[in-house]
């Protein structure tokens, strides 16, 4: 069945540091790929997303390409902040009529000023 | 608009107990779902409806019923609580259709605590 896979956590990094959290996934058809965060105590809420081969997702200053060929939907931000201290989380959809979705296991980031 | 709301926050059951968690969406959503999170394992589906009067299993439904009598209330019952369903439980909502397009959103969820 289809699945997502992303990269292990925690992930730490000095204030303004790059970030990149790799995300790939297995599908047999066409799904829509999500970014979701989730700050500590509170539900997720999305943070990006992508519907088609090629197409960039972005928010908040935050960046992820749906990578067809490769079959990867990173994320990426030039300079994180403390305030973006969370846990991410890549997620599928499989389409059709409901909106199911699979989700990767999250990666914890932790950002120090 | 309140978005999706969950009751209660904190609970603590002895193994054997039932309850139920309450979730209640007022953005005329007709999809909503019951995830469950666990460490290093994501959320994973329970069960979920696309409209009032229709629920589907998901990928983890033992444990766990779930009703939809109306558009905006869509409760997940525990019916013998067991220390495996110690979790934190996530409702969400969104609009059917547009092919899994739709952003999901997401209560601040339940941490359940089975004894």
């Known amino acids: 069945g289809d699945s997502v896979t992303q990269m292990e956590g925690p992930v730490t990094l000095s204030e303004e540091a790059f970030l990149t959290i790799n995300c790939t996934y297995t599908a047999t058809g066409y799904p829509s790929l999500f970014w979701y965060v989730q700050y500590p105590g509170e539900g997720l809420q999305l943070l990006l997303k992508?519907?088609?081969?090629?197409d960039k997702g972005s928010n908040k200053g935050f960046e992820a390409t749906y990578r067809k060929e490769t079959t990867s939907f990173h994320l990426e931000k030039g300079s994180v902040q403390v305030s973006d201290s969370a846990v991410y989380f890549c997620?599928?959809?499989?389409?059709?009529?409901?909106?199911?979705?699979?989700f990767g296991t999250g990666t914890l980031l932790a950002v120090q000023p | 608009n309140a978005g999706v709301t969950q009751t209660p926050k904190f609970q603590v059951l002895k193994t054997g107990q039932s309850m139920t968690l309450q979730c209640a969406q007022d953005m005329n959503h007709e999809y909503m779902s019951w995830y469950r999170q666990d460490p290093g394992m994501g959320l994973r589906l329970i069960h979920y409806s696309v409209g009032a009067g229709i629920t589907d299993q998901g990928e983890v439904p033992n444990g766990y019923n779930v009703s939809r009598s109306t558009t905006e209330d869509f409760p997940l019952r525990l019916l013998s609580a067991a220390p495996s369903q110690t979790s934190v439980y996530f409702c969400?909502?969104?609009?059917?259709?547009?092919?899994?397009?739709?952003?999901?959103?997401f209560g601040p969820g339940t941490r359940l605590t089975v004894l």
């Open positions: 969400a909502s969104s609009y059917s259709g547009a092919w899994g397009h739709n952003e999901q959103f």
């Open positions: 992508a519907t088609k081969a090629d």
């Open positions: 997620a599928l959809s499989e389409g059709g009529a409901t909106n199911k979705l699979i």
